[in-house]
């Protein structure tokens, strides 16, 4: 069926099937190479997928080789017969069965079907789906399973399906271990006589057998040979022999499985052998000796020890032996002697044995001692072999050993050897010449022997005579004599046979006399054949000899060959078996069959057809006709006559098919015969069958069969009639041929011809002027085309104006139509031909021609600049006859046509919006000339460009200073500037002229005030700038005239265009000349003595030059002296001491400094008078210091005066003068120099010097401004663009010290990797450019002064414009598919704003899981090829540009050969799983929906709960103020009681800011003095507000701390510096900080006190005036990139304040306190909730506008006024820490108080202090404070310490969120260091209780209960709150 699967297979007889396999498929003669749609499987057989009707035009044919022979073969050809698809049940064309396969192998399970619509076939393994392994492959050809595994067995069902019903097939796989066979030992070699053990162990499949063989000979057990275990795996060999030794096989074996090892076994003489031993030694008594012997033999031998002939005696406390075997087989033996003695002593012998003999080694060891000889026994010698004697001497030394024997001393002749160690050697000893008496003689001392005798007895042992077996065969008599010819009686005959001894019995028997014995056989027989032993022995040895017997039997017929049949093709045995010894050869003979009896016999070829087997029989494994006649099996072994017998083979042929024809046609509707001959032994039967149907002409008229058979030929001839023959005739046909021996079949193929039908028509692609047609020739009427016919038209015309193309080609399948017109509509129709005739017309298709590229330019293409960079293009539309369709979009190119350009085009794209267009060029280069050009494109590309117009950029400013700046000092105050011009690419327009800027560069803070010690110790690299001054010239040279003397300048210079100026040069450095200097700064001169004074003077304010020397002049008016008197001074000494004056006498005293150009002006003159005793008088200077911090200070003070003066130094705080402390950071020195080392902020203010004597004092005052670096910049972002961020900011405090620039850094959001760009100090603003596309960047500034860098600022965010590409939903995705292409409309991505870089596409056919990728950079079109017809597609796009990536996922189908669309591909089995997916995707959808719900619901109930809350606390603080309306006077029962409200955060650091810095409160610290003569009303009228900031970390662990304490400094806001990183690292983090703002317009000073107490009777009242405050906090949220605080959080803050009232409202002690809901603001989404006022009586929160800061609650306390001082008496205070001056800034009514006016009795308590030093102590008071605590104060005491100081009566509830904030109680300075300093400190005459305090916290309450109330006093001013209430504002 056309669109299905094709099967051919090739039918070979089974008799055969072994042994031939198909190599390959030819198909019209052609070799068929796997690929495409063909498919060759393991198993032979041919698949053809996507069967098309041409398939059926060719022949195929299989080829087939012979396993043995090589013989190829090609089977006859078959051809396929397509039909159209019918719908149809599934049937399966080739399938598997059940198998066995080894692990590791892959093996292909068959499963083919044919249906339509196409079959699904889907496998089950025991009844489940395939597990997911890539082992498993399903191909067309079936299921491939690769590397099997033994779990890979089981029952395969393959299911085919399809919507007409279903099949299945079974099949069983077993899958089996191949067999693994490990024979062990592998190599043995080893002694004769030994016992030898082969393991055979087997892994694998079960139920195998295991053989045997040695030397590929099977073993067979015998009286050496047994075969042992279970599956006989294992093999004994007893008493192996010399002839055992071989190649022993172990073979297993299953179902044709085999698997082998061997192992090399060698038997050999093993007689022992010594390899290593001792040698003869001397050792002394008890000293330790080793003897070592090693041996070797097989099997390995044992080695004994004997000491003169004597087992060596183990003693273990002496004597040890040891005894151990090497890995080459050697035997080790050792004897140790620890303690040796004279018995140990003698000759050491070793013996090492085994089943194959013996060997010795023996060597003397002489122990020295006191020589004797051991006993010795008699000897025993055996005649023929040598004997040693040993003489048993001990004891060393000893002179000689000697041998006698009948008194002579031997030797005394050639077999006689005495060896030195004393042993005497006989060599082949005979028995009557060596037998006797040996003396053995040792001289021990000269003339001194001893001796001992030893008697030899010769033994002789037997010798057999020689004899043989004479050859025999079965049934004679056997005898053989084994006579022995010498030896000692008696002896001992016996026999054996193979190695077992011969018992005598029936047939056998054995005569033994006295030196004789005699084996005797009756009758020979087979069982006698052997090797014969006879064996002799008596008391010397024992000797054998052996002979082997053969008995040989002649040839006889066990089987004898019979007449037989044989089967053409089958198999036959002719049997034939016999027997004989040796085994008899047997060799076949065959003679043709002929009239009679057989001519002559040939010998039989073995091949691998016919064989002969083990017992004789001939195998013919496939019989033919030549193998018919006679046949002779002739047996012979060379005993006796050959025998033989012959047969008669008779071949039956089965019947089967000689003759018919492979193919044959037949036009439709003609008359067909088709005809078969068979042959065959007779009868045949003939039958003919249609495909599967068998013919019956009875049943279909318009067939009939006729049969005629041929006798002369024995065949038979069947005739086949066709009338007429149809198109369904178009099949195969078969005649079979049946007899009793078998069936034959021959195939026709029957092809009947007729006219082509029409061709399916389809367009494969349409183009503007062309097209691609494509046709499939769905039935050629089984007759090849001959060619086709194309015709179209205009769809409007007639087909008699048709256009023709003719005659095409039939290997073609396409054609193109090319010439047509664009956007135009035609109707097509085709023809095919064949042989026969001419088709019906194609159906007729109806096409449009695509768009073609615009044949015009765009119009009117005007360019217009805009900015430096930027040029704006305008034109129209082409002309819309030339635009040929739908106009998309344009292109830009443009490029620059100066000097060094590359001339390509740069090329952007838009997208069209109308009949005129705009577009702006960006980022091009300044002042430079652009070519322009514009092009159309549409759908189909991009038309021709407009003519190229130029235009220029405008004028921007040069971006390179001038070359070469070089400046040269003139004279003292003129110098004269040169430089070149900058290159003119970087001047970006005309140059216009140059500008000199300059400015002097003095010593930071001047000279002016600077003292004489000062200046010696001046650090020049702290400078101030002088005013920066320019001047503007046309010239490259400039003179600067009227500059300052011996001055630093630096210089840099500029060129401008139009556009403005252009980048500076470096800074260039020069010094003007020296002049003559100015007079000195001032002069002091003081008498020292009757007769001299001392001048010291200060340096010029402008000493113009290195000042060399001073001259002081000196006269005396009523002298008459006209001249003065000169005095030279050295310029590093400013004072000079004037001798030789005359008493009481005035003198005028002046100075000049001299530089090197001359002496300067002089001085003021002043008048001294010497005296004997002079008032002290200070010589050094006041004025103020400047310094950088962290430096080392002087401030000298020398003075003089008679007696020496006394130096007191002082530093002004607030209204007093307190001793500088000396410590290791301040000294002062003999000379009354002050030294400050490593000077800090806090070491500014006004130091005085006092000089004292008790004839006068003098004093100076020195003002120190100690610089620290600049305080942080405040940084915003004030514009973004796409590369670009421009920032804004406001310098802070500059820290005392001239800012000389600011450090921008930056870097990309998720990166650490900052980059720095360095800032003029002049600028406020700069722009980031060349920045990425989309990309958040983080910034940070600091500033630097001549300090160093100041903190950094807070690091905010900006992102420059663009974001990841979208593709956009309007466009299509695709803008043409056809059956194998896809073009792709790239155009649909938008780009974001940033441009896209590269655009990622995979694709896939549904269901596969590999995907394709393709890459480009393109944004046009891009084509997807080589796609596979009619196929559902899935599709991943993705879009990159700098700003992130986009997805796009689609899915699309190709179109079907003939263009038309496909639905999805649905079984039932996917309708279900489509609903399982379709569940399992809505489930979670569903329950997310309703759990957003609910967490919806939820919130919303929280948030009306929390708003209820609100209202109830705003209706309790109305109450609170209705309460609050009493009168004062009203009495009150009981003791007033004060409001209790703390601040709950956790670890907090406060701060208190001003408009000049912050103070710190410390812990040793309770009051936080803001005392000021400049904010009081006098000093300083206008308003301020001081801030008391409350830092706390929030959201944040292991940070470390958020503020960092150390190295405090004026201005700055304390950062941990450490953490700043950090800090910055993690987004939406909450950092809370509480301000606290106190705003007055003009009130007194005064002092913030955290001291609290409750004042008795018994003391005074003192109070200080109440401030009003406001409390806020503040979130700094995502590095400040919005500062939004969310609803939860504020939510949760509104909850807190809730709770807060709640608690209040069960606190009575707020009885007396006024509360005021001033505003209050939510945050949410539905609207912005505000009240304000204390009278508003509505019930939402909704009645304000939108206050100033989001999320904001704020209320106001007030405590009762203060007019009622009895209701004071018992209010909490704070206590003032003052000196006795501190309270005179208090208000008037404190002031008036008993106990002040009792205070100020005593002591005038505010001292007159200049206002200018006052206003100096003022700014110089500064404290500290790290982190306050909580005290709970014993009620008994009286005393309670309250919350921030400056909270005042107030109250506040301020809490974090509940969820992510700890409560705790925090009180603000004082905690309990300020109740026990109450005492220590002051403030209340006899001090208060400084009892046990209490620390604690409160976790469930903002508000703590208090035991007395607070009273603080207060005016009512304008009836407001004014100074005395204080509001709290929540975030």
């Keep these: 069926m056309r669109g299905n699967v094709a099967v051919f297979k090739c039918l070979i007889p089974s008799a055969v099937q072994e042994y031939v396999s198909v190599v390959s498929w030819e198909k019209d003669t052609v070799s068929i190479v796997p690929g495409n749609r063909f498919f060759l499987t393991s198993f032979g057989a041919l698949y053809i997928s996507e069967v098309q009707k041409e398939d059926a035009l060719s022949t195929y044919r299989c080829i087939t080789k012979h396993k043995y022979s090589g013989e190829t073969r090609q089977s006859n050809g078959a051809r396929l017969s397509v039909m159209d698809p019918t719908e149809s049940t599934p049937s399966v064309l080739d399938s598997f069965q059940s198998g066995e396969v080894q692990v590791g192998h892959s093996v292909e399970l068959p499963c083919i079907a044919s249906g339509y619509p196409n079959p699904a076939i889907r496998w089950l393994k025991d009844g489940r789906p395939l597990p997911a392994d890539s082992r498993w492959t399903r191909r067309i050809t079936g299921l491939t399973i690769s590397d099997l595994r033994l779990e890979d067995s089981g029952n395969y069902i393959c299911e085919v399906t399809n919507s007409f019903g279903s099949k299945e097939v079974t099949g069983h796989l077993n899958i089996i271990e191949p067999l693994r066979v490990t024979l062990s030992p592998k190599n043995l070699k080893t002694g004769i006589s030994s016992t030898v053990i082969l393991s055979c162990a087997v892994q694998g499949s079960p139920h195998f057998i295991v053989s045997w063989y040695r030397n590929t000979e099977p073993v067979l057990p015998d009286q050496h040979f047994s075969i042992q275990g279970a599956h006989n795996e294992t093999l004994f060999i007893s008493a192996a022999q010399k002839r055992h030794s071989g190649a022993y096989q172990c073979f297993a074996t299953r179902k044709g499985q085999t698997a082998q090892d061997f192992s090399i076994i060698l038997l050999e003489d093993g007689t022992p052998r010594i390899v290593a031993s001792f040698s003869e030694r001397v050792v002394v008594l008890g000293e330790p000796f080793s003897l070592m012997c090693a041996a070797k033999g097989a099997p390995p031998p044992t080695i004994t020890w004997t000491l003169d002939d004597e087992p060596v005696a183990r003693d273990l406390s002496r004597v040890r032996a040891s005894q151990y075997t090497l890995s080459d087989g050697s035997t080790v033996s050792h004897v140790n002697v620890s303690s040796p003695q004279i018995r140990d002593g003698g000759v050491y012998r070793c013996a090492a044995r085994n089943s194959a003999g013996s060997a010795e080694y023996q060597a003397r060891i002489n122990v020295r001692g006191p020589p004797r000889i051991r006993p010795m026994k008699n000897i025993t010698a055996v005649a023929g072999r040598n004997t040693f004697i040993n003489c048993r001497v001990i004891g060393y030394p000893y002179y000689s050993i000697n041998w006698y024997k009948e008194g002579l001393l031997l030797p005394d002749n050639h077999r006689q050897v005495v060896y030195e160690n004393g042993t005497l050697k006989l060599s082949d000893v005979q028995k009557g010449m060596d037998e006797g008496a040996y003396v053995c003689s040792v001289l021990i001392q000269p003339q001194q022997f001893i001796t001992q005798t030893v008697y030899v007895t010769v033994k002789v042992p037997p010798l057999i005579q020689p004899f043989d077996f004479p050859p025999t065969s079965i049934g004679k008599l056997m005898y053989i004599a084994c006579v022995v010819s010498s030896g000692d009686m008696p002896i001992r005959i016996t026999w054996r046979k193979d190695g ?394 443009y490029r620059e046509n100066g000097p060094g350009s590359n001339g390509q085009y740069s090329i952007v794209e838009m997208k069209a919006t109308g009949d005129s267009e705009v577009y702006t060029l960006d980022n091009l280069k300044k002042f430079a000339q652009y070519g322009v050009v514009v092009q159309a494109f549409n759908r189909a590309g991009t038309g021709p460009s407009s003519s190229e117009i130029n235009a220029t950029t405008l004028e921007d400013v040069p971006s390179q200073p001038p070359q070469n700046v070089r400046a040269i000092s003139v004279t003292s105050d003129e110098a004269v500037i040169t430089w070149a011009e900058p290159p003119r690419m970087t001047l970006h327009g005309v140059l216009k002229g140059y500008r000199v800027v300059f400015w002097a560069v003095f010593p930071d803070g001047g000279v002016l005030s600077v003292s004489v010690i000062l200046l010696r110790h001046y650090d020049w690299q702290h400078l101030k700038w002088g005013e920066m001054q320019n001047i503007t010239t046309t010239k490259e040279q400039v003179e600067l005239r009227g500059l300052e003397k011996f001055t630093n300048y630096s210089i840099q210079v500029l060129a ?107 001085s003021d003159k002043v008048t001294v008078e010497p005296a004997a005793k002079a008032p002290a008088k200070i010589l050094s200077f006041g004025g103020t210091v400047t310094t950088p911090w962290m430096k080392e200070v002087r401030l000298p003070c020398s003075s003089v005066g008679e007696p020496t003066p006394t130096i007191k130094w002082t530093k002004d705080s607030e209204d007093t003068a307190i001793p500088v402390s000396l410590d290791g950071q301040r000294l002062i020195l003999a000379n009354g120099t002050l030294v400050l080392r490593s000077v800090k902020a806090e070491d500014s203010g006004y130091y005085t010097c006092t000089a004292t004597n008790t004839l006068g004092f003098d004093t100076i005052i020195v003002n120190l401004l100690v610089q620290v670096p600049p305080d942080q910049p405040r940084l915003t972002v004030s514009t973004t663009s796409t590369s670009s961020i421009t920032l804004a900011w406001i310098p802070g405090d500059n820290g005392g010290s001239s800012i000389r620039g600011f450090v921008l850094q930056y870097s990309v959001d998720n990166t650490e990797e900052w980059k720095d760009v360095f800032i003029s100090s002049s600028e406020r603003s700069f722009k980031l450019d060349n920045l990425r596309c989309g990309t958040w960047y983080k910034v940070k500034l600091a500033a630097k002064n001549s300090v160093g860098a100041g903190r950094i600022s807070e690091i905010i965010e900006a992102k420059t414009h663009g974001r990841e590409p979208q593709f956009n939903k309007d466009q299509p995705v695709f803008t043409h598919i056809n059956s194998s292409h896809a073009r792709l409309n790239l155009q649909g991505w938008a780009s974001g704003g940033c441009p896209i870089s590269a655009v990622t596409l995979e694709f896939r056919p549904k269901g596969t899981w590999a995907w394709q990728n393709v890459r480009t950079n393109a944004t046009t079109d891009v084509f997807l090829a080589e796609l596979r017809e009619a196929t559902w597609y899935e599709l991943k796009m993705k879009a990159c540009n700098s700003a992130g990536c986009g997805n796009q996922s689609s899915q699309f189908a190709t179109l079907d050969y003939d263009g038309s669309t496909i639905p999805p591909i649905k079984s039932p089995l996917e309708k279900n799983d489509d609903v399982k997916k379709l569940f399992s995707i809505g489930s979670p959808v569903i329950l997310v929906t309703l759990g957003v719900a609910l967490l919806f619901i939820i919130r919303k109930k929280r948030k009306e709960k929390r708003l209820k809350r609100l209202r109830d606390a705003k209706s309790l603080a109305e109450m609170l103020i209705s309460k609050n309306n009493r009168s ?85 806001n304390p950062v941990s510096r450490k953490s700043v990183k950090s800090a910055h690292s993690i987004r939406n983090r909450y950092s809370s900080q509480w301000t606290l703002t106190k705003c007055q317009a003009s009130t007194p000073a005064r002092t913030l006190t955290s001291d609290w107490r409750t004042v008795g009777s018994q003391h005074g009242i003192t109070v200080t005036e109440s401030d009003s405050y406001s409390a806020s906090l503040s979130q700094d949220t995502d590095k400040g990139r919005n500062s939004m605080v969310s609803t939860e959080s504020a939510s949760s803050t509104y909850e807190e304040l809730a709770r807060a009232y709640e608690h209040a409202k069960l606190e009575e002690h707020l009885q007396h306190a006024k509360f005021e809901i001033t505003e209050c603001f939510i945050s949410d989404s539905s609207s912005d909730q505000m009240t304000t006022g204390t009278n508003d009586n509505a019930d939402s929160m909704t009645s304000m506008s939108t206050p100033s800061e989001p999320g904001i609650c704020r209320f106001t306390a007030s405590p009762p006024k203060p007019q009622d001082y009895d209701r004071g008496k018992n209010v909490a205070v704070p206590i003032p820490h003052r000196a006795k001056s501190d309270y005179c800034n208090l208000p008037l009514y404190m002031k008036s108080d008993p106990f002040f006016r009792k205070q100020s009795e005593h002591h005038d308590p505010c001292p007159v202090v200049p206002p200018r030093e006052a206003s100096i102590r003022g700014l110089a008071q500064r404290a500290y404070h790290t982190q306050g605590r909580h005290v709970t104060m014993d009620s008994k005491q009286q005393a309670l310490s309250m919350g921030h100081s400056g909270l005042g009566s107030g109250g506040a509830s301020i809490c974090s969120s509940s969820s992510t904030l700890p409560q705790r109680t925090l009180t603000m300075p004082g905690s309990s260091a300020s109740v026990a300093q109450t005492g220590a400190t002051g403030g209340t005459p006899g001090g208060a209780s400084s009892s046990s305090s209490k620390m604690g916290g409160s976790r469930d309450s903002l508000l703590e209960s208090s035991s007395s109330g607070l009273g603080r006093l207060q005016k009512q001013r304008d009836g407001g709150a004014g100074a005395y209430s204080k509001s709290y504002t929540l975030v």
């Design 1528 to 1612: 004062f006077d009203t009495p009150v029962k009981g003791p007033p009681q004060g409001p209790r409200l703390h601040i709950d955060i956790p670890r907090v650091q406060l701060l208190i800011e001003d408009k000049e810095g912050i103070k710190q409160i410390g812990e040793d610290k309770a009051t936080i003095p803001v005392t000021d003569t400049e904010f009081n009303q006098t000093g300083n009228p206008q308003s301020f507000c001081t801030g008391v900031s409350v830092h706390h970390p929030a959201l944040i662990q292991n940070t470390g701390p958020l503020i960092d304490m150390s190295d405090i400094r004026p201005g700055t």
């Design 500 to 893: 077992q001894e011969i018992v005598p019995s029936s047939g056998i028997t054995i005569d033994t006399k006295e030196f004789m014995s005699s084996l005797q056989i009756s009758k020979v027989s087979l069982k006698h054949n052997g090797n014969y032993t006879c064996i002799a022995s008596n008391d010397a040895a024992t000797v054998s000899t052996e002979r082997q017997l053969t008995v040989t039997v002649p040839p006889r017929f066990v089987v004898q060959p019979n007449n037989q049949d044989g089967i053409y093709g089958k198999a036959g045995i002719l049997n034939c078996s016999v027997d004989g010894y040796p085994p008899p050869k047997v060799m076949w003979k065959h003679a043709k069959a002929g009239i009679g009896n057989p001519q002559q016999y040939h010998p039989v070829p073995l091949t691998g057809r016919i064989q002969i087997v083990s017992n004789g029989s001939l195998l013919i494994r496939h019989v033919l006709e030549e193998d018919r006649g006679f046949y002779l099996c002739q047996a012979s072994n060379g005993v006796g006559s050959d025998i033989s017998k012959s047969m008669v083979l008779t071949v039956k042929i089965p019947a089967m098919i000689t003759s018919h024809p492979n193919t044959t046609m037949a036009k439709k509707g003609h008359v067909k015969e088709l005809n078969c001959t068979a042959r065959g032994e007779w009868p045949i039967i003939i039958r003919w069958e249609r495909g599967d149907t068998v013919i019956d002409p009875d049943r279909n008229p318009r067939y009939s069969i006729t049969t005629s058979p041929n006798e002369k030929t024995d065949e038979v001839l069947s005739t086949l009639k066709l009338k007429p023959a149809e198109r369904e005739d178009s099949v195969f046909f078969s005649c079979h041929a049946i007899n009793s021996y078998g069936e034959g079949r021959g195939l026709i193929q029957l092809t009947v011809q007729e006219p082509p039908d029409p061709p399916e028509l389809e367009v494969r692609e349409v183009k503007d002027r062309s097209m691609n047609l494509r046709w499939t020739q769905r039935f050629d009427g089984n007759s090849v085309i001959t060619s086709y016919d194309i015709e179209y038209k205009n769809k409007t015309d007639s087909w008699e104006l048709k256009h023709a193309t003719r005659n095409i080609s039939p290997t073609n399948n396409q054609a193109n139509i090319v010439d047509l017109h664009p956007a135009s509509v035609y109707s097509i129709r085709m023809y095919s031909y064949n042989s026969i005739g001419k088709s019906e017309a194609s159906k007729e298709l109806t096409i449009s021609t695509e768009e073609a590229q615009p044949d015009g330019p765009p119009m009117d293409v005007i360019l217009q600049p805009v900015t430096s960079q930027s040029i704006r293009v305008t034109w129209k539309a082409p002309r819309k006859e030339l635009q040929n369709g739908v106009i998309r979009g344009y292109q830009i190119g």
């Design 1056 to 1162: 401008y265009t139009q556009a403005g100026d252009g980048v500076r040069s470096n800074v260039l450095y020069i010094q003007t000349r020296e002049d003559y200097p100015g007079p000195p700064a001032g002069i002091k001169a003081v008498p020292s003595s009757a007769s001299s004074v001392v001048v010291s003077w200060l340096p010029p304010h402008k000493p113009n030059g290195i000042i060399r020397k001073y001259t002081i002049y000196c006269s005396s008016p009523g002298s008459g002296q006209p001249l003065p008197s000169e005095y030279e001074a050295n310029p590093e000494l400013l004072f000079y001491r004037i001798t030789h004056l005359n008493h009481r006498q005035q003198y005028l005293i002046w100075a000049a400094a001299v530089t090197t150009a001359g002496r300067g002006n002089f």
